[in-house]
Nanobody
Framework: QVQLVESGGGLVQAGGSLRLSCAGS????????MGWFRQAPGKEREFVAA????????NYRDSVKGRFTISRDNAKNTGYLHMNNLKPEDTAVYYC????????????????WGQGTQVTVSS
């Protein structure tokens, strides 16, 4: 069993930055993928980024490439989403997720979800 707890959301102006954290507990992340999804009001949840916990290889949705960076700290069992140059269309609840691999997350196969953290970008 894995528990995921997000933090770091908030209100920021367009062009600003935020860092989301996802603290994992319950088992080692050494053989899984960790990622971030988001859901805006009235829209379906969508993939944002994923990272292989062992290799550090990453995937991103096109609209966040060059602005968002996913990373992890193995010693702290914590993943991060660094978000720069935020836009109003990035406003959503952001969810941390864990799955059997980075590719599984990209494909939407999620084993564990966090509770979500709100990110609001004002124009």
């Amino acid at each position: 069993q894995v528990q995921l707890v997000e933090s770091g959301g908030g209100l920021v102006q367009a062009g600003g930055s935020l860092r989301l954290s996802c603290a994992g507990s319950g088992r080692t992340f050494s053989r899984i993928g960790m990622g971030w999804f988001r859901q805006a009001p009235g829209k379906e949840r969508e993939f944002v980024a994923a990272i292989s916990w062992s290799t550090g290889n990453t995937n991103y949705r096109d609209s966040v490439k060059g602005r968002f960076t996913i990373s992890r700290d193995n010693a702290k069992n914590t993943g991060y989403l660094h978000m720069n140059n935020l836009k109003p269309e990035d406003t959503a609840v952001y969810y941390c997720a864990a799955g059997a691999s980075r590719q599984k997350l990209v494909d939407g196969s999620i084993d564990y979800w966090g509770q979500g953290t709100q990110v609001t970008v004002s124009s």
